[in-house]
């Protein structure tokens, strides 16, 4: 099926440091969700977008809604060692409930 | 948001078998879904779930081979038939929580599934 276009696919990174991963589309999408999923664990949700240009924080997190609604990066800043998981961006179009998930950032953080 | 639970967390079941994954939320929500997750792959949608309706499906999923219940706007359940071993995956249920302009999803803890 069609997925989104997650970069990078691993990051690693010295304790302290800020992260950058996006995710692209060539759909315009409604929605853009960001899921962190531990191991042996489901994803949770971290941050939920809903307009063009929106700019959300949740604590360290800020993720951004693209003006082209084709594409969603999420920064974390001065990363900790509880930040290390799998990152996964989702898109969702108008109208729709089902989700197009990226193929995920796996984060490393070395102390 | 929304509290999953599934059940089991895990089995290890041999090929041929079939296995039925529980899923239980703690409110009542319209849409249920069902994902896999192959090994350190992303997620693919298996089926939406809607009580008193059949479940829709995603290109390359069958109902002979995942057949769903949703009994009520609590629970579902998803079974993994004639198993072989490429079935070996975390399968995830997740419920959509709609508010008045948006909707999230919330997904469970995972069932962990391997096929020998």
């Known amino acids: 099926g069609q997925q989104l276009n997650q970069s990078p696919q691993s990051m690693f990174i010295q304790e302290g440091e800020d992260v950058s991963m996006n995710c692209t589309s060539s759909?315009?999408?409604?929605?853009w969700l960001w899921y962190k999923q531990d191991p042996g664990e489901g994803p949770v949700l971290l941050i939920a977008?809903?307009?063009?240009?929106e700019l959300t924080s949740n604590g360290r997190l800020t993720a951004q809604f693209g003006i082209t609604r084709k594409d969603s990066f999420l920064n974390i800043s001065a990363s900790i060692p509880s930040d290390v998981g799998i990152y996964f961006c989702?898109?969702?179009?108008?109208?729709?409930?089902?989700?197009?998930f990226g193929q995920g950032t796996r984060l490393t953080i070395n102390p | 948001s929304a509290v999953i639970s599934q059940k089991p967390s895990r089995d290890i079941c041999q090929r041929g078998t079939s296995l039925t994954i529980q899923c239980q939320v703690d409110?009542?929500?319209?849409?249920m879904f069902w994902y896999r997750q192959q090994p350190g792959q992303s997620l693919t949608l298996i089926a939406t779930?809607?009580?008193?309706?059949?479940?829709?499906?995603e290109s390359g999923f069958v109902i002979d081979k995942f057949p769903i219940s949703r009994p009520n706007l609590t629970f579902s359940t998803l079974t993994v038939s004639n198993m072989s071993p490429e079935d070996s995956s975390i399968y995830l249920c997740?419920?959509?929580?709609?508010?008045?302009?948006?909707?999230?999803?919330?997904f469970g803890p995972g069932t962990r599934l391997t096929v020998t």
């Open positions: 759909s315009i999408f409604n929605t």
């Open positions: 409110s009542q929500v319209t849409m």
């Open positions: 977008l809903y307009k063009a240009g």
């Open positions: 997740s419920v959509a929580v709609s508010w008045a302009v948006s909707s999230e999803q919330y």
């Open positions: 989702a898109g969702q179009w108008q109208g729709a409930q089902k989700l197009v």
């Open positions: 779930a809607n009580q008193g309706s059949e479940a829709t499906y």
